[in-house]
């Protein structure tokens, strides 16, 4: 498999050298280390990279994010920021450049490759989607229409040549027949229903040769000069690429989800690689997140968000230190102190993510409680989305019904305890009674 290419941009040496090191490490291919934003242009000219790893803040008169900006709209490559620190109207320049990721120094090389990875796939998806785009649009414009006249009478007074290029007639052969001879609908539409036509409408057209062409057609009334009566124009374009280009594009779209939920997938096995004790923690908790939201009736659209963010409400553990995950004793006040960091740290990870639903914010809430006693904002009761609030009762439930380092697992019921105890003042009081109900009543498993 081709390795992808890496352009480093780094004013400093030491930071460039390591950054050099960790890459090939990982096994990428470096087209070359540059200092300058004025550097990058000549360098990417002599060899095109796959993307760029970037420092915002660099020597010279052009700065990381100026850039950027130039790398993604003229030579279609994503850009990843790295930065060590940088102030509000930075990051708001940032973003409007819509940068691929970013790297906050000090970072590891499991981070670094997820972030280039990630960076990769979005753009490959966002320049499909691009080339989709265009192509719909050259079709649209240079389709033109089709025109077919008739004259009080119902005959064929006029047919351009894409109209007679559509029905299969000639203009000889069609004029002075009657419409319905040569403009022959699927669903045997009257002349009467032409008439009433006041919009557009998408019918199926049996052409000469009997081939049936999806069309989307306008009828309007044309007055005769001889005031006998009023005759009829009928304005047609046949729609068959644009329906196999919604069909394609339907099927990317499900394609893009396929790959989004592997990718989902794989940040979940990276998370409990580090944390073998927990290894399927974050499906189980999926698994029961998901069955309480559709006991509450949750659309299916939110039911897959919530899966989704169940599946790595974690993510954060990345920045614990492996040693605290798996420590066979109780926690120190400190050790638990750096643990409570992970929902923040999942946030700052997912939150320059464009998920369809509001992950990052999920992810970050789901230590909160009701009464305002959770973490990290303190929020109460309505002010935590409800993802957030079945997610925070299905965690504590799997937890306390699994394994830990430190203490054997207490089992389904000691959690079910815990969650009726604080009904209505840690957890939701309907997510709660919606997880007793599955479990009590409807026998629903963890495994």
Known sequence: MKKSRILIVEDENLVARDLHNMVRTIGYEITDVVRTGEEVFASVNRKRPDLVLMDIVLRGKLDGISVAAVLWEEYSIPVVYITSFADDLTFE????????????????ERELELTIETALYKARMQ?????????????????????????????????????????????????GKKLEEIFTLKDNLSEKHLKSLTATEEVLLVARNCQEIPIEMTSSPIPESTGTGTGRVIVFRDISAR??????????????????????????????????????????????????????????????????????????????????????????????????????????????????????????????RIDGSGYPRGLKGEEILPEARILAVADVVEAMASHRPYRPAFGIDRALEEIKLNRGRLYGSDEVDACVRLIEEKGFSLD
């Open 243 to 368: 329906k196999q280009a919604e069909k394609e594009i339907e099927e990317s779209r499900h394609r893009l989800q396929r790959a989004l939920q592997g990718t989902i997938q794989a940040i979940s096995t990276t998370i409990e690689m580090r944390d073998p004790y927990t290894a399927g923690h974050q499906r189980r908790v999926a698994k029961l997140a998901e069955a309480i939201g559709r006991e509450l009736g949750m659309p299916e659209a939110r039911l897959k968000g919530l899966k989704l963010s169940a599946e790595i409400h974690d993510i954060g553990k990345i920045y614990v230190p492996s040693e605290i995950l798996s420590k066979p004793t109780k926690l120190t006040e400190l050790e638990y102190t750096i643990i409570k960091t992970h929902p923040q740290a999942g946030y700052e990870i997912l939150q320059n993510i464009e998920f369809p639903w509001p992950v990052a914010e999920i992810v970050l809430q789901h230590h909160e």
């Open 93 to 108: 320049r940032a973003k409007l450049t819509e940068p691929f990721g970013y790297l906050i120094k000090p970072f590891d």
């Open 127 to 175: 320049l499909l989607l691009k080339e989709k785009e265009q192509w719909l649009s050259t079709i649209l414009k240079s389709i033109g229409d089709g025109i077919i006249a008739v004259n009080s009478g119902g005959l064929v007074s006029f047919i351009n040549p894409l109209a007679q290029k559509i029905t299969g007639w000639s203009e000889q052969e069609a004029l």
